[in-house]
C-alpha cells in the first residue's frame, strides 16, 4: 500500500498501535492471498461425460458363464 493512513479522532497511543496493527494483519493476508494460486476448478459431470474415458473390453462369453448365478436384488459374495 503506497498510501499513508492517518488515524484522527481522539486515539491515545495505544488506539493507534491496535488500529495499525489491524491495518498490517489486514494487509499482510491481502499480499498473502494474492501470492497463492488459486484452486484449479472442477470440471461439472456435464463436461467430464463429453472426455474420453477407458471403456472396460466386454466380457468374453466363457467368462460370463463363469460367473455365479444370482437371484434379482442379491448380490454375489
Known amino acids: 500500500m ?6 484522527k479522532g481522539g486515539a491515545d497511543a495505544a488506539m493507534a498501535a ?3 496493527a489491524a491495518v498490517a494483519h489486514v494487509e ?3 499480499e498473502e492471498t494474492k501470492a497463492t494460486r488459486p ?4 470440471p461439472s459431470p456435464w463436461v467430464q ?3 474420453p474415458r477407458d471403456i472396460p473390453p466386454p ?3 466363457h467368462q460370463f458363464d463363469a460367473a455365479p448365478w444370482t437371484e434379482a436384488g442379491e448380490t454375489a459374495e
Open 2 to 7: 503506497t498510501e499513508i493512513a492517518s488515524i
Open 18 to 20: 491496535a488500529i495499525a
Open 28 to 30: 499482510a493476508s491481502e
Open 59 to 61: 466380457l468374453i462369453s
Open 39 to 42: 484452486p484449479v476448478p472442477k
Open 49 to 51: 461425460s463429453s472426455r
